[in-house]
C-alpha cells in the first residue's frame, strides 16, 4: 500500500491507498440489451405504441426505462428504421390532438362546472370562467405565425447620411 502524509493546519494526515492491483472489479453485467431488429416486431411496435398512446410516457421514459437503451440510440433508430418511427408517431397522434384541443381551450378561456357542498351537505353545481391564459396565446401566436408575431423584430436601417462624429466628450 502506498502510503501519503500531508500537513493540515500542522496535524499530520495520512492518507492509505490500495495498489490498482489490489481492487476488486465490479463484475460486469452481460448484455441483455436488445437490437434494433430485436424491436421490429409486430409486438413489440404495438407495445411501443401503447407506451406512447395510453401511458402518455416522454421518449426519454421509453428509451432508456422501457427500452433499456440511450435516448441518443433512440433517435438514431427512429432515424433508421421507418416503421418503428411509424409505431411512435402513431402512438403520440391521440394525446396530441388531445394536446393541442387542451391548448386552444385554455387560450380562448372556457366554462367549467363545478360540484360544490355546502355547510349543510346540499349539493350544487356552480358554473365557473377560466380567463384565457396570456402566455399560452402568445406561444401559439408565435410558432403558428412566426414572420407577425415573433419575439425579436428586425428592423433595417438604410441611411444615406455620413455618420456623425462627436469630439466634445464630457467627463
Known amino acids: 500500500m502506498r502510503e501519503r502524509e500531508s500537513t493540515l493546519g500542522g496535524a499530520k494526515v495520512t492518507n492509505k491507498k490500495a495498489n490498482n492491483k489490489n481492487r476488486k472489479r465490479k463484475p460486469r453485467k452481460p448484455n441483455t440489451k436488445l437490437k434494433l431488429s430485436d424491436w421490429i416486431t409486430e409486438s413489440n411496435l404495438l407495445r411501443i405504441k401503447g407506451w406512447f398512446r395510453d401511458d402518455a410516457l416522454t421518449d426519454e421514459i421509453v428509451a432508456t426505462d422501457k427500452m433499456g437503451i440511450s435516448l441518443a440510440t433512440f433517435y438514431r433508430w427512429l432515424k433508421n428504421s421507418p416503421a418503428l418511427r411509424q409505431a411512435v408517431d402513431e402512438g ?50 408565435n410558432n403558428r405565425m412566426p414572420d407577425k408575431f415573433r419575439n425579436q423584430q428586425n428592423v433595417e436601417v438604410n441611411s444615406s447620411l455620413p455618420p456623425v462624429i462627436i469630439d466634445d466628450v464630457r467627463e
Open 92 to 141: 403520440k397522434e391521440p394525446i396530441n390532438v388531445k394536446l393541442v384541443d387542451v391548448a386552444f381551450k385554455r387560450a380562448f378561456g372556457f366554462k367549467v362546472n363545478e360540484c360544490r357542498i355546502n355547510e349543510k351537505g346540499q349539493k350544487s353545481v356552480v358554473q365557473r370562467y377560466i380567463p384565457p391564459d396570456p402566455s399560452l396565446i402568445r406561444y401559439l401566436l
